[in-house]
Each structure stands twice: as structure tokens, then as C-alpha cells.
């Protein structure tokens, strides 16, 4: 590990802009997925140290929501420029925790960096509204307040950009903010935090907490001074989050599982398509909530699609993500390893075709070789599970309406991607496709600049763009009257 690495990677807690450590008994280990080497430990913190922490973010919110938005939006360029300044040493320090390729960590440093300076340029942009009053001695309209402390749990897969996407928007809109990082990767967000304190977020507007998640929630959901949660995990956790939030009414941001389909009709280049689906799956070891679940091809170009995409598939270097060769790095744990091992095996054993390197390759214990599955029929897992692992499952269809009502019979609506070069097509598909985002001839569809989430079990709200300081701002209403 070089100097700047050591810098960044605290194994210590950050509350009220101090470094808090924990007894060595409480403290967890954290591997590099790769090798299954210890890379070091952070603290297992217990319920009164969130309760500190929620004491903490509580009294900076006093000062922070009454700070301009220039002031706001200039410590959140300050962490953005921090990002780019270290942007490789936080690379490497995230390949080291998560295990994602040298190559694909560098793009997601770059793209959670983006979403501090987008919401440095939403922070001045929080404005009500002057509205027309039925009396002219009346004065009527709106203001946006920061809803308060905003309790903040992300994922393993993007431990850098789940924190900026969600942890900028409340920080532009005046709230302050608790972030829980998954246990898999606190390395990461504790990076971030050296960073927030370097640009001047020192004060409880931004504290990291290296504690269970159960714990954490169970803490954060019950405490009525917490008045927004957001959540980027599975839809299964994302329903017991609601549950709890009801009791105090907390305002809710839910970006939970996907299940998306890649359709390539009939009149499409089909060498673009499979550039396209192969980058939708295997982005991020498929460990993505937008990667391309199912894939539907026009039964004219099925098997030309299949025999391209397993060419393709079957070329991609398996291994350690520092390798900077490597395409496809390892599973987070290896009980993922296990699941997609159970989905391939169900598939195989009701009549699916196996098409892929044999698993006996994977260069260690959590790596899973590429695997498409062909021919799923609706009563396999890989149909309705989401893989999140380096397994593509494919069918045919003959015809859109047929491909439209398979691809929405699922619970989930977060992405979907569609490839055709006919205009009216492509019209129907968005019109009765029921996803929140939907890619055509691209899979190229997340960044700052857009409202990214889905619709049915995978969420509420938007994160990014102009929605996203939604979840993190009240409307207030005001009427002046006349002096009398």
C-alpha cells in the first residue's frame, strides 16, 4: 500500500468531525475478496455511539441549514476537488476492499466525484415559489427547507458514488448526514470522510459509522430527530426499513433490487447489441442493480446473438482486479459464489442450456466464471432472482408485444435496455415497458445529471438531477396579509 493509500485508509469511525476508535474486542475484519487476506479492521460500534452520532449531526443542523447555498456548494467543490486530487489512491483502496477492476474503480471514483459538483450547482437552486394571491393586499408562496438529519445506508458494490449521490443532495439541501457503508467496504467511506473534514465539513455535517447495519437502522429509524432515510440495497431490506421509518413518519428514499431485461429486436447491427449486453452484465462482476438480468433476442438473430455474446464472454480475463488486464474480478463474499452456482444448476437441471468455461478455471474462492445460461423458461430462479454475479440468462421471442409483457412480469422496474432502429418501436417500448429507466441502443445510462431509480418493488424516488435534493427538502407555504 503506497503513502497516500495509508493517508486515506482510517480504520476508525468518524462522529461530529472527530476519529472514534473501539476496544480491540469490537472491532471487525475487513478482507480483500480476492485473495481473502485480512486488509484491516474498523470499529464495531454499538447503539450509543449512533445515538452520539445522532446528537452530533443534530446540533450542526442548527448552523448548516442556515449557511447560504454558496457556502454549501463551496466546501462540497472543496471534497470534490479532494476526490481528484487522490483519485487514484482511492481506486486502489476501493479494488482492494470490493475487488471491481483497477479500470472500473477509476470510473467510479470519477463518477461519485460528479455528483459533489452537480449538487454544489443544485445547492443555489433550492427555490420556492411566489404565487398569485386572490387578494392584492396578500402576499403567498413557498420556500424549500432541509428536512433535518438524513440517516444514509449504502452498498458494497459502489461504496464511493451511493454515499456522494446521496450524501451531496442532503448536504446541498441543508441537511446533515449519517452515513452506515456496508461492512464489506467501510475503507472507502472513511476515505471520503478524510476528505469531507479536509474541505471543511468538521462540525457533525457528514459522520461515517462502522456499526451492523440491524443496529444502525434499528437506532437511526426509531429516533424522531432523523427525518429522512435513504437506502440503496435489496428490496427485501428496503420493505423492513419502511416498516420502520412509519412509526416516526420519516421521509423515504428506497433504491432497491433490479431485474432488468436487454431486448435486441430484429433490426438491429447485431455487433453493437452484444457490445451492449456484454457491458449491461459484467460491469462490476454483474454485481450491478442495472445489469442486465434477462436478456430477449428476435428468435431471427438468436442464435447468431448467442454465439457472439459467448465468444465475447468466454474471452474476458477472470482474476484480481489490480491486474490491470482483468475484466471481471471476484464476488464480494462466497456465498455469492454459491448463489450463482444454485441459479446455473436449477437452470441446468430444468433444461437450460450451459454455455461458458468450466467453474474448475475460477482463480480462487470468490471468483465465478461467466456463465450464459440459454433457453430460461419463467419457472427458472434466473428468471426471477436477481443474479447479481457474471451469469446472463437469454431466451428468444418473436414478436414487441410478446417481449413487453415478459420483460415486465416482475416484481422489480429499475432498468430496462432496448436495441432497435425503428422509431415507432421504440416509442411503444417506452410507452408500456414498466421500469424508471430505460436505456435504447445504449447501456450507457447513469451520471449526475439524471433521476436515477425505478418504479413497482424497486424503490421511490430519484436520485440525481434536479429530483435529487427532492427527498431531502420540505415545502413551505407562507401568507402575509395586510397590516392593520
Known amino acids: 500500500m503506497e503513502g497516500d493509500e495509508k493517508a486515506l485508509m482510517r480504520e476508525q469511525a468518524f462522529i461530529g468531525g472527530r476519529w472514534t476508535g473501539a476496544p480491540d474486542d469490537d472491532r471487525r475484519e475487513v478482507s480483500d475478496p480476492a485473495t481473502e487476506q485480512v486488509i484491516g479492521h474498523v470499529p464495531e460500534l454499538q447503539s450509543p455511539h449512533v445515538e452520539e452520532a445522532i446528537d452530533a449531526a443534530s446540533r450542526a443542523f442548527e448552523t448548516w441549514r442556515c449557511t447560504s447555498g454558496v457556502e454549501r456548494a463551496d466546501k462540497l467543490l472543496a471534497w470534490y476537488e479532494g476526490m481528484h486530487e487522490h483519485a ?47 387578494d392584492p393586499a396578500f402576499a403567498i408562496g413557498t420556500t424549500r427547507q432541509p428536512v433535518g438529519v438524513a440517516a444514509i445506508i449504502t452498498p458494497w458494490n459502489f461504496p464511493l458514488a451511493m454515499i456522494t449521490r446521496k450524501a451531496g443532495a442532503a448536504l446541498a439541501a441543508g441537511c446533515t448526514t449519517l452515513v452506515n457503508p456496508a461492512s464489506q467496504t467501510p475503507f472507502s467511506a472513511l476515505a471520503l470522510a478524510v476528505l469531507a473534514e479536509r474541505a471543511g465539513l468538521t462540525n457533525g ?3 461515517v459509522l462502522t456499526c451492523a447495519g440491524k443496529r444502525f437502522s434499528d437506532t437511526a429509524c426509531a429516533d424522531d430527530r432523523v427525518r429522512a432515510l435513504s437506502f440503496t440495497g435489496s428490496t427485501q431490506v428496503g420493505r423492513q426499513l419502511l416498516r420502520q421509518s412509519a412509526d416516526t413518519v420519516k421521509c423515504t428514499a428506497m433504491e432497491l433490487g433490479g431485474n432488468a431485461p436487454f431486448i435486441v429486436c430484429d433490426d438491429v447491427d447485431l455487433e453493437t447489441a452484444v457490445d451492449g449486453a456484454i457491458a449491461a452484465k459484467f460491469q462490476t462482476s454483474g454485481q450491478d442493480c442495472v445489469a442486465a438480468n434477462r436478456i430477449y433476442v428476435h428468435r431471427s438473430r438468436y442464435e447468431d446473438f448467442i454465439q457472439r455474446f459467448a465468444e465475447r464472454m468466454n474471452a474476458m480475463d477472470v482474476g484480481n482486479g489490480f491486474d490491470e488486464d482483468n475484466e471481471i474480478g471476484p464476488l464480494i463474499n462466497r456465498d455469492a459464489v454459491e448463489k450463482a452456482r444454485a441459479l446455473v444448476d436449477d437452470a ?40 447479481f454475479a457474471p451469469v446472463a440468462a437469454i431466451r428468444a421471442f418473436d414478436d414487441d408485444d410478446e417481449v413487453i409483457a415478459a420483460a415486465n412480469d416482475t416484481i422489480y422496474g429499475l432498468a430496462s435496455y432496448v436495441y432497435t432502429q425503428d422509431d415507432a418501436r421504440i416509442r411503444k417500448f417506452l410507452r408500456n415497458l414498466e421500469f424508471g429507466m430505460v436505456g435504447v441502443n445504449t447501456m450507457d445510462i447513469t451520471g449526475p445529471h439524471i433521476p436515477f ?20 427538502l420540505e415545502t413551505q407555504y407562507y401568507c402575509i396579509g395586510p397590516k392593520r
Open 88 to 134: 487514484e489512491a482511492l481506486a486502489r483502496l476501493m479494488t482492494l476492499e470490493q475487488g471491481k477492476p483497477l479500470a472500473e474503480a477509476r470510473g467510479e471514483v470519477d463518477y461519485a466525484a460528479s455528483f459533489l459538483r452537480w449538487f454544489a450547482e443544485e445547492a443555489r437552486r433550492a427555490t420556492g415559489e411566489t404565487l398569485p394571491p386572490e
Open 205 to 207: 455535517e457528514f459522520n
Open 348 to 387: 441446468r437441471d430444468k433444461g437450460a442450456r450451459v454455455i461458458g468455461r468450466d467453474q474448475g478455471e475460477a482463480p480462487g474462492a470468490r471468483f465465478f466464471m461467466p456463465t450464459l445460461v440459454a433457453d430460461f423458461t419463467t419457472d427458472m430462479r434466473v428468471s426471477v432472482e436477481e443474479a
Open 453 to 472: 431509480g425505478g418504479v413497482k418493488q424497486s424503490g421511490l424516488g430519484r436520485e440525481g438531477a434536479h429530483a435529487g435534493m427532492e427527498e431531502y
